[in-house]
């Protein structure tokens, strides 16, 4: 599966941002993925921000985002979203969306069992 990802910015402190993960050129369909958002920032390891199960789209998140960002799917648009609100600067990133299939709920977080990777979108949150 190829992923592309979309929305990133420059936004001010307290405002908002919508990424979109879009999904192509797959055998499977795409419900059958499960997907993740990760971020990364330079000289640090990519860090697990938000991820969405295969099987209905349990989500989780971590905890430096709990409570301000959401993660959905659109399987019918090939697209998962990650709506970001409450921005802080130290969100700054660039942000990489990541599927492979049917992932057990221990391997969402881990960059390493995802298969497939978008580009990244940067996002910068400054005044």
């Known amino acids: 599966v190829q992923l592309q990802a979309s929305g990133g910015g420059l936004v001010q402190p307290g405002g908002s941002l919508r990424l979109s993960c879009a999904a192509s050129?797959?055998?499977?369909?795409?419900?059958?993925?499960?997907l993740g958002w990760f971020r990364q920032t330079p000289g640090k390891e990519r860090e697990f921000v938000a991820a969405?199960?295969?099987?209905?789209?349990?989500?989780y998140y971590g905890d430096a985002v709990k409570g301000r960002f959401t993660m959905s799917r659109d399987n019918g648009k090939n697209t998962a979203y990650l709506q970001m609100n409450t921005l802080k600067p130290e969100d700054t990133a660039v942000y990489y969306c990541?599927?492979?299939?049917?992932?057990?709920?221990?391997?969402?977080?881990?960059?390493?069992?995802?298969?497939?990777w978008g580009q990244g979108t940067q996002v910068t949150v400054s005044s």
């Open positions: 050129a797959s055998g499977r369909r795409f419900s059958s993925y499960s």
């Open positions: 969405i199960k295969s099987n209905g789209g349990s989500t």
């Open positions: 990541a599927a492979d299939s049917a992932l057990i709920t221990s391997s969402l977080f881990n960059p390493d069992r995802y298969g497939y």
